[in-house]
């Protein structure tokens, strides 16, 4: 079975200052790793993936996200965030091979602080 | 590509109707997926399809509800009968034969009062 777990519900940030949004993993198999945004109203876009190729992986809105087996991790950051990279963020797995299913985390809204 | 298309943008019903949602996916990809997304369940996978065919149902809630896709640019989600608790913002998605990349429609937001 395949999971994941994102911490922090709500996350805020001064301007400029360092994006960091947490995700956990769960999965018996190797897996595909991805990060959405959702804007107010809209659907959900993808910003990077992870595919068993590099495990630094960079997206874009210069967003990127490592890939750490050891601690079953995939958190997502940003050196310096802009005002226009509030909205709810989504991390979600998927087995590499087999059942196109996704599982995706309950989401981080990110606010930007003036 | 207009991208992923979903009708209608808002639907309000009254308990006990039947809801239709629409979906038209991006011309070429081969894989269709329903979500539906509520603040208490975050974003659930209902169904997806390959090549117009289910594949895994077995998010669906129950029998109510439905999906369909009769070609490869035409899907639908019904609920009959419509209860208040399905009230949610549905989203379709569509990926290529590799599905690394879904793309999401605008979603439909439903209201059953």
């Known amino acids: 079975a395949q999971s994941v777990t994102q911490l922090g519900s709500h996350v805020s940030v001064s301007e400029g200052a360092l994006v960091l949004l947490r995700c956990n993993y769960s999965s018996s198999v190797p897996p595909y790793l991805f990060w959405y945004v959702q804007y107010p109203n809209q659907g959900l876009q993808l910003l990077l993936k992870?595919?068993?190729?590099?495990?630094l992986v960079k997206g874009i809105n210069g967003f990127e996200a490592e890939f750490k087996k050891s601690e079953t991790s995939f958190h997502l950051t940003k050196p310096s965030a802009h005002m226009s990279d509030a909205a709810e963020y989504f991390c979600a797995v998927r087995r590499a091979s087999g059942t196109y299913k996704y599982i995706f985390g309950t989401g981080t809204r990110l606010k930007v602080l003036a | 590509d207009a991208g992923v298309i979903q009708s209608p943008r808002h639907e309000v019903t009254e308990m006990g109707q039947e809801v239709t949602l629409r979906c038209k996916p991006i011309?070429?990809?081969?894989?269709l997926f329903w979500y539906r997304q509520t603040m208490m369940r975050g974003l659930e996978l209902l169904i997806y399809f390959n090549n117009n065919v289910p594949i895994d149902d077995s998010g669906m809630p129950e029998d109510r509800f439905s999906a369909k896709m009769p070609n490869a640019s035409f899907s639908t989600l019904k609920i009959q009968p419509s209860e208040p608790r399905d009230s949610a913002v549905y989203f379709c998605a569509s990926s290529p034969d590799r599905p690394y990349e879904q793309y999401f429609g605008p979603g439909t937001r439903l209201t059953v009062t």
């Open positions: 992870y595919t068993s190729a590099a495990t």
């Open positions: 011309s070429g990809h081969d894989y």
